[in-house]
């Protein structure tokens, strides 16, 4: 029983380690937000809203490579019960369908500040 709370708080631990990697330059671009001189204008606004949407683009990258790796690992150790390999399958056909939606929001985004001359 201690060996599997042991394991568990091995793997949180490890989780954890890898999420605070990523995130905290994250977490330093948020710090660097500032709206300029002249106050808040509509420029501003525009600024401020592809600020954010990158930021969290960025954090929906992370999050979503994580789970792939997560659904990837839990398939690996299946080993060959079809209940854990069932939810495995389900779990990394659900991340890369997130993927796919965030690449195509990306792709969107993109656009549209290209189209409206805002980055």
């Given amino acids: 029983m201690f060996k599997k709370i042991l394991k568990s708080f091995r793997l949180h631990l490890i989780s954890i380690a890898i999420i605070m990697f990523f995130a905290a330059p994250l977490y330093t671009k948020a710090q660097v937000l500032s709206l300029g001189k002249e106050g808040f204008t509509i420029a501003n606004l525009g600024n ?3 600020t954010i949407t990158n ?3 960025e954090l929906g990258w992370i999050v979503a490579a994580i789970m ?3 659904s990837g690992i839990k398939y690996m150790l299946s080993a060959g019960n079809p209940d854990a390999r069932g939810k495995a399958v389900k ?3 659900t991340s ?4 796919v939606i965030l690449l195509a929001f990306w792709a969107l985004f993109n656009f549209f500040t290209a189209f409206i001359e805002l980055s």
């Fill in 91 to 93: 779990g990394l056909y």
């Fill in 68 to 70: 792939i790796m997560i």
């Fill in 55 to 57: 930021f969290l683009l």
């Fill in 48 to 50: 401020l809203m592809l």
């Fill in 96 to 99: 890369v369908v997130g993927f």
